[in-house]
């Protein structure tokens, strides 16, 4: 079997369960290629070669006497670097906790090992999730596959640069104002930040308490629908965590679109925030193909991006220094300068503001729900742009805020980003779906019809 | 700098930023205005905040 840093988790179960493929096997060979890859894109903060060897046999052994945990027993994942892995330091990529040993396993790497599935390490972040790619830190930022000049977007930017490039084909990102779905459109994977409160985020280091999701990253849909599957349920010790039964993600992967009602929300890359010409000729792409499915494909307005925009900076910033106030009054030399610029304004707003803030975004909520009662899902841009190249401050600080993700941080619906393309530099572009409150099962569904008539989910960075 | 924003810093408690950072104050300040004007408040005065207290079975 060749080429086995590209299988996806679903065909490595079947490898697993025809015996043409073991977990050490597999394993080594990612082992083999993140040793390659990783001087080169820094996806990797903390590689534990000796626990996923320690695990793949574990699962090599449990495997050959026929206990099979679930489809995950024996894939590969990696976590972001502020998710507790016990036994490794959760360092959130900074300075200030370097030497943050874990204790316990955060509550999505419990059901994880539970699941069988092999822990390979910690993987790059922007600082505490909020910096941007930055070279002042105790780690190096991760780059992007397809291009290493160029940054692979963040917050969880190991994440979407070592499932891009082969090194795992799962891993595990946090999305406060898009942190999934940005590497995921610029690395060319498959992000769902879930519906808020679906997964628990107990053993996360937070950065804002109403908005911090913890969402599945991979190369396929159906690989993504298979990992929330096993990351989703309720924690009754998770203040945000919902009593849901939402189950079986990937039960309507097969399904396709016809007859399905998609609102295309186009004023966000049309006019609040005019997008990359290669970005649009994508976009108009994805509602050919949709409509070509069967989809029913209508134009629809929600408020202006920059109100979300706003709101998700009033809310994430004031929780965020809630959090990260004795740090910055105390040791604000720790702290990378991206960082420490994008926590401080938390400072200067009120509770005026904050309290301000949520009471509108109920508003903005129900907006986006009065949409989602006529539409089965909502689709729109996720990044406007491609990615900038990492050494350019200037022009990473003119495109990182260019996006149309945050909304849905602010209304809690499911998002998943995906890509829709190349621009004519060969760096991807993506496309954002979002539906119903616990309905993520239908936003994969609407992915997945996609992803199967469009065939990006083949093409691999030239690495 | 603007010595109201100085006397926000401090206010905060943020005197060694203010000594060691002083144009990260400032950028932080005008960041801080910026996000909280392109914030619409609601017009009902009994427009409740989200989130409930807990979200329990559903949002």
Same mark, same amino acid.
């Given at each position: ?219 396929? /849909?159906? !690989?993504?629908?298979?990992?929330? @599957? #096993? *990351? ?5 010790? $998770? &203040?945000? +965590? ?125 907006? /986006?729900? !009065?949409?989602?009662?006529?539409? @089965? #899902? *909502? ?5 406007? $742009? &491609?990615? +900038? ?75 | ?59």
């Amino acid at each position: 079997m060749t080429d086995l840093h590209w299988l996806s988790a679903t065909d490595i179960a079947k490898a697993y369960a025809a015996r043409t493929l073991s977990p050490t096997e597999l394993v080594r060979a990612l082992l083999d290629r993140i040793e390659k890859l990783q001087p080169r894109l820094h996806a990797f903060i903390r590689l534990d070669a000796e626990g996923a060897m320690e695990a793949a046999k574990a699962a090599e052994a449990e495997l050959a006497n026929g206990h099979v945990r679930g489809p995950l027993h024996g894939v590969p994942v990696g976590i972001k670097d502020i998710i507790d892995v016990a036994g490794l330091p959760t360092t959130g990529h900074s300075k200030i906790l370097v030497d943050n040993l874990a204790t316990k396993d955060a509550v999505v790497v419990s059901k994880l090992r539970a699941s069988g599935a092999i822990v390979m390490g910690k993987l790059s972040t922007h600082e505490f999730a909020i910096g941007g790619p930055s070279f002042d830190l105790p780690f190096p930022p991760a780059r992007n596959p397809w291009n290493p000049r160029h940054h692979p977007g963040g917050s969880s930017s190991g994440s979407g640069a070592g499932i891009a490039s082969g090194m795992f084909p799962l891993a595990l990102g946090t999305d406060t104002g898009g942190s999934v779905r940005n590497p995921a459109s610029v690395c060319g994977i498959v992000g769902l930040k879930p519906t808020y409160g679906l997964v628990s985020r107990r053993g996360v280091f937070p950065l804002a308490f109403t908005l911090d999701h913890v969402g599945p990253m991979t190369r396929t /849909v159906a !690989d993504n629908a298979m990992l929330l @599957d #096993v *990351l989703a349920g309720h924690d009754p010790l $998770d &203040p945000g +965590s919902a009593a849901t039964n939402a189950r079986d993600f990937g039960a309507l992967l097969d399904r396709g679109v016809a007859g399905l009602r998609v609102g295309f929300v186009r004023h966000f890359h049309e006019m609040d925030m005019p997008a990359h010409p290669d970005v649009t000729a994508a976009l108009e792409d994805v509602e050919r193909i949709l409509e070509a499915e069967g989809a029913i494909v209508e134009t629809v307005t929600l408020p202006k991006l920059s109100e979300f925009a706003g709101i998700n900076r009033v809310i994430l910033c004031s929780e965020a220094w809630s959090i990260h106030a004795p740090w910055l009054r105390e040791r604000p030399e720790d702290y990378g300068a991206l960082a420490r610029r994008r926590l401080l304004p938390g400072a200067f707003m009120s509770a005026g503001d904050y309290v301000g803030a949520q009471r509108r975004r109920a508003e903005l909520i129900a907006a /986006v729900n !009065d949409k989602l009662r006529d539409y @089965d #899902v *909502l689709m729109c841009a996720s990044s406007m $742009d &491609p990615a +900038s190249e990492i050494e350019d401050a200037a022009e990473t600080a003119r495109t990182y805020p260019r996006q149309a993700r945050a909304p849905f941080n602010v209304t809690g619906h499911p998002a998943l980003a995906m890509m829709s393309g190349l621009s004519h530099d060969g760096l991807p572009v993506s496309v954002q779906f979002v539906g119903r409150y616990f309905e993520d099962a239908t936003v994969l569904r609407v992915a997945a019809a996609y992803e199967k008539a469009a065939g990006w989910y083949k093409k691999h960075p030239p690495i | 700098m603007d010595p109201m924003i100085a006397a926000l810093a401090k206010a905060a408690g943020l005197d060694k930023v203010l000594a060691k950072f002083p144009a990260d104050i400032e950028h932080a300040a005008a960041q801080a205005l910026g996000h909280a004007e392109a914030v619409k408040y609601p017009t009902d005065p009994a427009a409740e905040p989200w989130p409930p207290m807990k979200a329990e079975t559903a949002l």
